[in-house]
């Protein structure tokens, strides 16, 4: 947050800058002084307003996860996760780690399909359900375009849709969270780790909280891509352990201490693990996890017993 004021106000003295001669210092000085104490006291009272944890969903230190990747409108992988989903014990939380729509090669593309049948498991579960948003649904809300062998997959998908059905689309896509965070220390999310503007003293889940889907609209896709919180979260394929771990901290400071980061999103055979801190996995597996077990570290994570083949 008050970094954020940082970067605005900064931006205010340069533009000041070019409106005004020397002479005019003091002036310019009052007025930043001003500016600075109506923005801490705007985003004090926008944060005591917004909804808690909008972006961000905390689950308990109770229960069990189970964690899926991309799905890319494949029916098959879709319905063996509701199987496995809907055959759990009641305490058991199901994070999908989003991309649903736009196909892929080597299935029938049913996104549809995929979309339909979420939105009602969703309803049906409610807070058991977290599907996650990814950056083929944020193309469709304010995000930069996403396109395969030269076919914008964004403008294809919604040319063959309805209106009605674009709407339920996009107000599906609005209510999407970015992040999960367990009461173990487990952090998920589309892609990761955010690299931009971090360190330690970042309250990230602060930054995530307010974050709003249709502020890249006019940016530059790779400067929203590289710069930005959301960019990283839906884009990142940077897997420095390093930056894992000052992600990590920054999404610590509520003194829930994070241990390590579950992402999707970028290709992987089955699943990767990436220092300790890391682990990507792919569609063909899924992660099984006990709430209530410390894990500090991804080769804790046993195949088998945590890293589940899809079929
Ligand atoms: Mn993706």
Redesign the pocket.
């Given at each position: 947050m008050n970094d954020m004021i940082k970067k605005i106000t900064e931006r205010y003295k340069r533009e000041l800058n070019t409106l005004l001669g020397e002479e005019k210092k003091l002036l310019q000085q009052e007025l930043i002084n001003r500016l600075d104490s109506i923005l801490i006291e705007c985003l004090a009272e926008a944060k005591r307003v917004a909804p808690e944890d909008k972006r961000v969903i905390r689950l308990p230190r109770k229960g069990k996860l189970k964690i899926f990747a991309?799905l890319h409108g494949n029916w098959r992988n879709y319905s063996r996760i509701k199987k496995i989903f809907i055959g759990s014990d009641k305490d058991c939380y199901l994070a999908l780690l989003?991309?649903y729509i736009h196909g892929s090669p080597g299935y029938p593309e049913e996104s549809e399909r995929v979309l339909d049948d979420l939105i009602g498991l969703k309803r049906r579960y409610r807070k058991r359900v977290i599907p996650l948003l990814?950056?083929?649904e944020h193309s469709h809300i304010g995000g930069p375009s996403v396109s395969k062998h030269g076919v914008d997959q964004t403008l294809a998908f919604e040319y063959r849709l309805s209106q009605d059905k674009i709407k339920k689309y996009k107000n599906f896509f609005r209510s999407l969270p970015l992040l999960i965070k367990t009461g173990s220390g487990i952090v998920i999310s589309?892609?990761g780790p955010v690299r931009a503007f971090i360190s330690k003293e970042v309250n990230l889940i602060d930054e995530i909280n307010m974050i709003s889907y249709d502020d890249s609209i006019n940016m530059d896709p790779y400067e929203f891509r590289d710069n930005t919180i959301l960019g990283n979260l839906?884009?990142n394929r940077i897997f420095d352990p390093k930056d894992a771990r000052t992600f990590l901290e920054s999404l610590s400071q509520d003194g829930n201490k994070c241990f390590l980061t579950v992402y999707?999103?970028t290709p992987v055979d089955g699943y990767r693990m990436v220092g300790n801190n890391q682990l990507i996995l792919s569609p063909q597996c899924f992660l099984e996890i006990d709430l209530s077990e410390r894990i500090e570290s991804v080769q804790q994570l046993k195949k088998g017993k945590h890293i589940k083949k899809l079929r």
């Amino acid at each position: 947050m008050n970094d954020m004021i940082k970067k605005i106000t900064e931006r205010y003295k340069r533009e000041l800058n070019t409106l005004l001669g020397e002479e005019k210092k003091l002036l310019q000085q009052e007025l930043i002084n001003r500016l600075d104490s109506i923005l801490i006291e705007c985003l004090a009272e926008a944060k005591r307003v917004a909804p808690e944890d909008k972006r961000v969903i905390r689950l308990p230190r109770k229960g069990k996860l189970k964690i899926f990747a991309d799905l890319h409108g494949n029916w098959r992988n879709y319905s063996r996760i509701k199987k496995i989903f809907i055959g759990s014990d009641k305490d058991c939380y199901l994070a999908l780690l989003g991309d649903y729509i736009h196909g892929s090669p080597g299935y029938p593309e049913e996104s549809e399909r995929v979309l339909d049948d979420l939105i009602g498991l969703k309803r049906r579960y409610r807070k058991r359900v977290i599907p996650l948003l990814g950056d083929h649904e944020h193309s469709h809300i304010g995000g930069p375009s996403v396109s395969k062998h030269g076919v914008d997959q964004t403008l294809a998908f919604e040319y063959r849709l309805s209106q009605d059905k674009i709407k339920k689309y996009k107000n599906f896509f609005r209510s999407l969270p970015l992040l999960i965070k367990t009461g173990s220390g487990i952090v998920i999310s589309h892609s990761g780790p955010v690299r931009a503007f971090i360190s330690k003293e970042v309250n990230l889940i602060d930054e995530i909280n307010m974050i709003s889907y249709d502020d890249s609209i006019n940016m530059d896709p790779y400067e929203f891509r590289d710069n930005t919180i959301l960019g990283n979260l839906l884009w990142n394929r940077i897997f420095d352990p390093k930056d894992a771990r000052t992600f990590l901290e920054s999404l610590s400071q509520d003194g829930n201490k994070c241990f390590l980061t579950v992402y999707g999103h970028t290709p992987v055979d089955g699943y990767r693990m990436v220092g300790n801190n890391q682990l990507i996995l792919s569609p063909q597996c899924f992660l099984e996890i006990d709430l209530s077990e410390r894990i500090e570290s991804v080769q804790q994570l046993k195949k088998g017993k945590h890293i589940k083949k899809l079929r």
